[in-house]
């Protein structure tokens, strides 16, 4: 539910959001690492997004390529700096 709602699909309450993917951390946080684990983050990118945003201080950005972490920084640097002008 989470990737469709993610991928403009039909619209969702902030507190439905907000519970769905709690849900989904949960479930997330007790999952083993492992080739299951990755499987299922690779077919749904937003899991992916959520468990790194919640391994932050472990995983960094390690689900992501390099270069589209550094191309997400480099647009953020750009869009805080036109915000500053």
């Not at 039909?10 to 946080?29: E, I």
């Not at 937003?46 to 972490?69: I, Q, T």
């Amino acid at each position: 539910m989470l990737q469709r709602f993610e991928a403009g699909g039909q619209p969702m309450a902030p507190q439905q959001y907000r519970a769905l993917a709690q849900q989904a951390r949960t479930l997330l946080d007790g999952a083993t690492p492992g080739p299951a684990l990755d499987s299922l983050l690779h077919a749904f990118p937003v899991l992916s997004d959520l468990y790194e945003n919640s391994h932050y201080e472990h995983a960094g950005l390690c689900r992501h390529p390099l270069d589209a972490a550094l191309a997400a920084e480099q647009a953020a640097r750009q869009a805080l700096q036109r915000a500053a002008s």
